[in-house]
């Protein structure tokens, strides 16, 4: 994921140059068949999961003997799954604007400012992608039991917050590295003010930045577990949900929520992808 | 092209003993000058010279660390660089990437209010003005590199400024190109009557198009003049090397009862100096221009500078010399009329110059 806002120029057959075996055409089918063999790996859970999801049995059946979409309606009729799901997108929308501001104006400030330390407050700002979510989880917790965050709405924003933010930092930072500040100093000349230059000029050139860093915040908020698990308490989450659900009772509508959401995921990757591309077609 | 009543008068521009430090570097040292409404004057210098900071301080993209400018009398160090209604054209032409050329054009307009009717048509006569109507809606990225430059000075003007400030605006273009907007630039200039405060380090380029010249070294003053002056009658060592290409000689000027002489020791000759002006005698220095020394062939001089061909150099409208005299390498430059490919290397010549051609450089000793 982090990836795709940094090194958003690599394309496949770049691989060709670095590796001479990959010319001619025999190197054209060796590379397909491994390429295709990576992408088959990592579907593999959309393969089996799907199918489930869509299965008649009632218990997790693959291949299904036969199909029936009633887990699906088993989970939107469920008032746990849909107030878990509910509960889930709020905190998401939440965490998105956090992060994105607090990511962004972050990422201002260590592109822009002259400061002694700017290395450690950097590892600092990217510091939760690092350390293990587990330990983060119990110092929250600790932490959050003293504030009466725990089974609190803006308990789970600022836990998973402190998760989201890096991704928001790291991709506007990256867009910042790109920018020509020449542009703001034109815009002054012309006759813009800091506040005009910036709404007119330099948002509107970082924005793809800003915008794929607030899709990742969602998608990072919307996939926790493990701080949820902590300080949600009585009110789930979907992936608490989904764990509660596991480890209960089994049933096919795990397999449809999941699918769902694999689902949401791949839909806020290609609009994330369409936005850069567009934005790379039209400014080159 | 534009109309006259359209024509803009240029604002006065004055830097008054400027100075700005970046930590213990010195990089605008005590500079002063002033430009004329509606002249063409250009800083020149190799760079770290100071001239780009000069002109960043000018636009309010600098503080001095002391010293002031005046726009019209006013002093606007204190004024950002937003409300100063400085047009600026930067070296990379600093255009909008996510505008097209008409609302890049637009953009100081539409910061200044101006009516959306009204707009429509000074983008239609800045555009004119640069030769570049029917590119409205590409975005710069589909445009030359001289294009965009026309699109940069389009959107610097576009709002008539008194003041327009270029930082080596045609750095990025090749040699024919450039020529073609210097001349273009001079000729915008001419119909809008712009100031114009000019950086560049080429100095073909400051004498093309200057009205006066403004040589720095080291963030100091070293010269200022209109192009003749500077070429002809440069006042030290350094605007003798810089501009243009010179032979620079140690002299020593004496007084010999009536008359004064000055003895070139490094071309082992002593000259009568003109009578009807005066020389200060001491030491100095002494610069001649390559295409005002000649060589003739050894076998037809008795007497002169004596020195060997050491390189030939044939540049199309000039063939140049190097020419060794006393192991000091001499420059000389033959136009095309005057030389019919009748020396080789290694030929013994004599070199000639008119003693007029004689450049006097004072104060400086090695």
Request: hydrophobic residues 45%.
């Given at each position: ?12 057959f ?58 699906y ?25 956090v992060?994105s ?61 402190i ?5 928001v ?14 542009l ?7 006759g813009?003010?800091p ?20 899709l ?14 902590w ?18 009772e ?17 839909l ?17 | 092209?534009r109309?006259?009543?359209n ?9 008054r ?84 050329v008409?609302q ?9 209010s101006v ?5 429509h ?12 109507e ?6 710069p ?10 699109v940069?000075?389009a ?20 040699k024919?190109?450039?020529?073609q ?13 712009v ?39 440069p ?7 810089f ?47 390559p ?7 050894k076998?037809?001089?008795?007497s002169g ?14 063939t140049?010399y ?21 020396f ?7 070199l ?8 006097f450089?004072?104060g400086?000793?090695?």
């Amino acid at each position: 994921m982090l990836v795709l806002g940094i090194h958003n120029n690599t394309r496949i057959f770049d691989l060709a140059i670095y590796m001479p075996i990959l010319h001619g055409k025999l190197g054209k089918i060796l590379l397909w068949s491994i390429v295709v063999l990576i992408l088959f790996f990592l579907a593999i859970p959309l393969f089996v999961v799907f199918p489930i999801s869509l299965s008649a049995s009632s218990y997790l059946e693959f291949p299904p003997k036969s199909l029936s979409s009633q887990w699906y309606a088993n989970y939107f009729s469920s008032h746990a799954w849909i107030s878990a799901t509910i509960l889930s997108f709020k905190v998401a929308l939440m965490v998105m604007a956090v992060a994105s501001i607090i990511g962004t104006t972050a990422a201002f400030g260590l592109n822009r400012g002259r400061f002694r330390w700017k290395g450690g407050v950097f590892v600092l700002i990217l510091s939760p992608m690092i350390i293990p979510t587990i330990v983060i989880s119990v110092g929250i917790y600790s932490f959050f039991a003293k504030l009466g965050l725990i089974e609190n709405y803006w308990g789970l924003v600022l836990g998973h917050s402190i998760l989201a933010t890096p991704f928001v930092f790291i991709n506007v930072f990256a867009a910042l590295q790109g920018f020509d500040r020449t542009l703001e100093k034109a815009s002054a000349s012309l006759g813009a003010n800091p506040i005009r230059t910036f709404y007119y000029i330099t948002f509107p050139l970082i924005r793809p930045g800003v915008f794929v860093g607030a899709l990742f915040a969602f998608l990072v908020s919307f996939d926790e577990l493990v701080i949820s698990m902590w300080i949600s308490g009585s009110r789930h989450t979907l992936p608490v949900q989904m764990w509660m659900d596991v480890r209960l009772e089994i049933n096919p509508t795990l397999a449809a929520v999941s699918s769902l959401l694999i689902g949401l995921s791949i839909l806020t990757f290609f609009s994330a992808e369409a936005v850069r591309r567009r934005t790379e077609r039209k400014y080159g | 092209m534009r109309s006259e009543e359209n024509t803009i008068s240029g604002a006065q521009i004055e830097v008054r003993s400027l100075t700005k430090h970046f930590g213990p570097v010195k990089a605008v040292d005590a500079l002063s000058f002033t430009a004329q409404p509606g002249s063409f004057v250009t800083l020149l210098g190799p760079s770290g010279s100071g001239k780009t900071t000069t002109l960043n301080i000018i636009a309010g993209f600098e503080s001095p660390t002391s010293g002031e400018v005046l726009l019209d009398s006013k002093p606007i160090t204190l004024i950002p660089t937003y409300k100063r209604n400085i047009g600026m054209v930067f070296q990379n032409y600093a255009l909008f990437p996510h505008m097209t050329v008409s609302q890049n054009v637009a953009y100081p307009l539409q910061m200044r209010s101006v009516q959306k009717s009204l707009i429509h048509e000074r983008i239609r006569d800045a555009l004119q003005m640069v030769q570049l109507e029917g590119f409205e809606k590409r975005y710069p990225r589909q445009l030359s590199g001289g294009q965009q430059q026309r699109v940069a000075i389009a959107r610097a003007l576009v709002f008539n400024p008194p003041l327009l400030l270029m930082d080596e605006p045609l750095g990025a273009l090749d040699k024919k190109l450039r020529e073609q907007m210097q001349i273009e630039i001079k000729h915008i200039q001419n119909q809008t009557g712009v100031t114009v405060v000019y950086v560049t380090h080429d100095q073909e380029e400051a004498l093309v198009m200057s009205d006066k010249i403004i040589i720095l070294n080291h963030g100091r003053l070293q010269q200022i003049g209109n192009p003749r002056e500077i070429y002809d009658q440069p006042q030290n060592r350094f605007v003798a090397d810089f501009i243009g290409e010179t032979n620079l000689f140690e002299a020593k000027i004496r007084h010999e009862n009536s008359r004064s002489v000055v003895a070139l020791h490094e071309l082992g000759a002593t000259l009568d100096l003109p009578v009807n002006r005066s020389f200060a005698a001491g030491k100095c220095h002494v610069s001649i221009r390559p295409e005002m020394l000649w060589l003739e062939n050894k076998a037809h001089k008795r007497s002169g500078i004596e020195g060997r061909i050491e390189e030939l150099i044939y540049i199309g409208e000039s063939t140049k010399y190097i020419v060794n005299v006393r192991n000091k390498h001499v420059v000389i430059r033959h136009p095309k009329r005057v030389d019919r490919g009748l020396f080789k290397k290694g030929d013994q010549v004599v070199l000639w110059f008119n003693i007029a051609d004689m450049v006097f450089i004072d104060g400086e000793t090695p």
